[in-house]
């Protein structure tokens, strides 16, 4: 299976503690977006890399939240001192920009699932 | 404004009927139109992708776009009980070299047997 895979599936942490996700896209995906998302909201964006260049952040974002794409290839995800509102589903999506001015389909990982206690 | 909107929902329609769902976008310069189904617990699913104004037509699916009314749909044929999902719409709007997916809230739908 050649599809983005994320890691772990499942974190409980508790609270103040830091934790980590993996994400791993399609290769020669040169787009990678990180999403939350909680229960009854569509995924709110985070932050979106091509290549290694992370183009934009978003406003909603505190500094505790930072995310890396070394290469150009697998990024991660990390937050600090986590709270309980950190809790929610992390997605990763990958897409490839094939020509100027379209935005390519971008798929979807399994999701990362993060309960902090 | 919302960048995307779409109704919550819940849509219920019975076995066989047509289901339409619609989204509304604030950026008159998007230029990309997806739609995800999800379902409970799991990650969105791409089902369509649609470019430019007019029809697309994929299986029981058609995506319709009117760019000048900001306004993408997605009808569903045939509705069958495993239609029952949440389904998202996204767009993306490019600033710069900027490429940023947005989507709605989405809308649940059921699928009455």
């Known amino acids: 299976d050649t599809g983005v895979s994320q890691d772990p599936r499942h974190k409980i942490t508790k609270r103040g503690q830091n934790v980590t996700f993996r994400c791993d896209p399609i290769?020669?995906?040169?787009?990678l977006y990180w999403y939350r998302q909680t229960l009854g909201q569509g995924p709110e964006f985070l932050t979106y890399?091509?290549?290694?260049?992370?183009?934009?952040k978003s406003r909603l974002l505190s500094d505790r939240f930072s995310a890396e794409r070394p290469k150009g290839s697998f990024s991660t995800l990390e937050i600090q001192r986590t709270e309980q509102g950190d809790s929610a589903m992390y997605l990763c999506?990958?897409?490839?920009?094939?020509?100027?001015?379209?935005?390519?389909?971008?798929?979807f990982g399994q999701g990362t699932r993060l309960t902090v206690v | 404004q919302k960048e995307v909107e779409q109704n919550s929902g819940p849509l219920s329609v019975p076995e066989g009927a047509i289901a339409s769902l619609n989204c509304t976008y604030s950026?008159?310069?998007?230029?990309?139109f997806f739609w995800y189904r999800q379902y409970s617990g799991k990650s969105p699913e791409l089902i369509m992708s649609?470019?430019?104004?007019g029809d697309k037509e994929d299986g029981r699916f058609t995506a319709q776009l009117n760019k000048a009314s900001q306004y993408v749909s997605l009808l569903i044929r045939d509705s069958q009980p495993s239609d029952s999902a949440t389904y998202l719409c996204?767009?993306?709007?490019?600033?710069?070299?900027?490429?940023?997916?947005?989507f709605g809230k989405g809308t649940l739908l059921t699928v009455n047997p």
């Open positions: 649609i470019y430019s104004n």
């Open positions: 999506a990958s897409s490839l920009s094939t020509f100027e001015g379209t935005g390519a389909e971008a798929f």
């Open positions: 996204a767009v993306v709007n490019r600033g710069g070299s900027n490429y940023k997916l947005t």
């Open positions: 950026d008159r310069v998007s230029q990309s």
């Open positions: 290769s020669e995906h040169n787009r």
């Open positions: 890399f091509q290549n290694e260049a992370q183009l934009e």
